[in-house]
């Protein structure tokens, strides 16, 4: 079967009662590829996961994975995804193997391809050891491995994980990171988070949502070419002080502009460029005019996260909304 | 079907190797072997006037047991996976509703007679100590059972659909007492009552489970009561399945 796209959704709504989770989202996902929900807390995340799951019905609009259709072919849907809800919640009386044989089986494995499948992913995600203890005795980053392996078990087409990092130290997050990271091109991951740099550092492609919406979508240099704004000039230039502002006034390509005195004598000049112009040739161009000496010219990166707050709007750090609907 | 059984399997380990499920077994136990007591007492006159499963039942610990095993032994089955979120993971798994609920009410039944092997031992020992044929007579165990397992169903479906509707374990406990005790006081809410020929005392008339159950114990096998109960319990069932699909129309 070659569908082009592993998950398509099309304006999906979900509303709670009187209360709109999310709002007509769209987007797809092809094969192969490590996607990033991104969002504050109560943004959607959760429950778009949740409707591609099969766990929750639409209020309207599609949902198709592998080109079945989520509400109508659930179970065929539920067979090939692999998930892993917020929390990673799991039968703490069980041991960590006994547990992966039995949600082998639930999904259908043979016994013999159980025990076969169960080996693999004790292996692939570091379980082996720990293979015959109680999962309610295991470390948080032990049990979400163990979430891990349950959503990988029955080699899914697509991996739906939600918040895979979410309290895990930072030993613990590199290490499922490079899980994940390791699935892309065999399977499709579709993974929710509010941390960006793991997103940055993990995905292919990121969805921003904010209040139930798309508000983008892209890779992370897409995001951050399209959403940065002015580009911002940092250049370090030896030459007077005086000069350098009155120059800087005078310049009619230049709207603002900062200045700080660094060592050697030289300054560091922030420019910020009227309209959407690269001010860089120009900037090289004026100093050699001026004979003046330059030893740093860049373009200011925004870091996703800039971009992230400007466009959820909440740099008091108030999320509006802390609980994730059930 | 092979989905059935590993569900099965899980859901009746849970209630071996938890605490909860050895307390309840325990419990139980204790109260088998009180009646037990007051079976060799009965024995001791001669000749005894009854058979001796229908004097196990005579005893007041049978319905407590009947009617408090059920709520206990099915409260955490839908309510414990909703509140630790295990829900999600089961319910996302290729399954059909129908299959969870037949699974976990199968494993529930399967326990609550495991509860009741106490009384076979019981019944057993008698046999062995008094030398008396007539004390271990199987078509009467084998009735006995039958009405054991009628009554459990249909509790214990009653306790299914009460753990489906919440999220907590306690109030689960509490509906499915509640629904069960309700059931059992029905008989004696028309049993002064004037006017045979009214049709709603003859329908909660209908409902006398006392009389049903000493029937069984008698080793009289009446058709009416196996449909009522068999039809009832498959009716909680088809209610816990809805509420289960309920998920779906949140």
């Known amino acids: 079967m070659s569908e082009p796209w592993m998950i398509e959704v099309q304006d999906l709504t979900k509303r709670y009662g009187s209360r709109v989770a999310i709002h007509g989202v769209s987007f797809q996902v092809a094969r192969g590829e490590i996607v990033g929900l991104l969002g504050p807390n109560g943004a959607g995340k959760s429950t778009t996961m949740r409707i591609l799951a099969g766990f929750l019905p639409a209020t309207f609009g599609t949902a198709r994975v592998a080109g079945y259709d989520v509400a109508l072919d659930s179970l065929e849907v539920r067979r090939r995804i692999g998930y892993m809800p917020e929390n990673n919640p799991l039968y703490p009386e069980m041991r960590v193997q006994e547990y992966l044989r039995f949600r082998a089986r639930l999904k259908g494995l043979s016994r013999r391809r159980a025990r076969e499948r169960v080996e693999v992913v004790l292996e692939q995600c570091g379980l082996t050891e720990v293979r015959r203890r109680l999962i309610g005795q295991l470390s948080k980053g032990y049990r ?93 230039i030896a030459a007077p002080e005086e000069g350098l502002r009155s120059f800087w006034n005078a310049c009619p390509e230049v709207a603002a502009w900062e200045m700080a005195p660094a060592d050697d004598g030289f300054h560091r000049c922030l420019l910020m460029p009227r309209g959407d112009q690269d001010l860089r040739p120009q900037v090289y161009a004026w100093v050699r005019e001026q ?36 | 079907m092979a989905q059935f059984w590993v569900l099965f399997r899980r859901e009746l380990a849970a209630y071996l190797v938890t605490l909860t499920g050895w307390v309840i077994m325990a419990a139980v136990a204790f109260l088998i072997g009180l009646s037990f007591v007051d079976l060799i007492l009965a024995v001791r006159r001669t000749p005894l006037p009854l058979h001796v499963t229908e004097v196990f039942y005579q005893t007041p610990y049978f319905w407590i047991i009947v009617l408090f095993s059920g709520p206990v032994i099915t409260m955490r089955l839908f309510a414990q996976e909703r509140a630790v979120g295990t829900y999600e993971t089961l319910m996302t798994s290729p399954v059909r509703d129908g299959t969870v609920v037949a699974a976990k009410f199968g494993a529930a039944m399967a326990f609550y007679l495991i509860v009741w092997v106490p009384l076979m ?130």
Do not use: N
Not at chain 2, 189 to 206: C, I, K
Not at chain 2, 216 to 231: A, E, I
């Open chain 1, 144 to 236: 979400q491995r163990v979430g891990l392996a349950d959503a990988l078990v029955h080699e899914p087409d697509l991996i739906v994980l939600d918040e895979p990092t979410i309290g895990l130290d930072p030993h613990q997050i590199r290490s499922v990171r490079r899980l994940i990271k390791g699935l892309a091109g065999r399977h499709t991951v579709l993974l929710s988070t509010h941390i960006l740099p793991e997103a940055e550092m993990t995905c292919h492609r990121m969805l921003i949502l904010l209040e139930g919406r798309v508000l983008a979508s892209g890779t992370p240099a897409e995001l951050e070419r399209r959403l940065s704004g002015s580009r911002q000039v940092l250049a370090e």
């Open chain 1, 291 to 326: 004979g003046w000496t330059l030893r740093e010219l860049s373009c200011r990166r925004y870091s996703l996260e800039d971009i992230y707050v400007r466009l959820t709007g909440q740099e008091g750090g108030g999320a509006s909304d802390e609980d994730e609907e059930d």
């Open chain 2, 121 to 250: 031992v019981c019944v057993g020992l008698l046999r062995l100590w008094t030398g008396e044929s007539r004390a271990l007579e199987w078509p009467l165990l084998g009735s006995t059972f039958l009405g054991i397992a009628l009554l459990g169903g249909l509790f214990l479906s009653m306790g299914c659909f009460a753990s489906a509707l919440t999220r907590s374990q306690t109030l689960a406990a509490m509906v499915a007492g509640l629904l069960g005790v309700s059931l059992f006081l029905l008989s004696f809410a028309v049993d002064g009552v004037e006017g045979e020929g009214m049709w709603w005392v003859r329908v909660l008339g209908a409902f006398t489970l006392v009389d049903h159950m000493r029937d069984f114990t008698r080793g009289v096998v009446d058709l009416r009561p196996v449909v009522l109960y068999g039809s009832l319990m498959l009716f909680f069932l088809y209610l816990t399945l809805r509420m289960v699909e309920g998920r779906q129309w949140k």
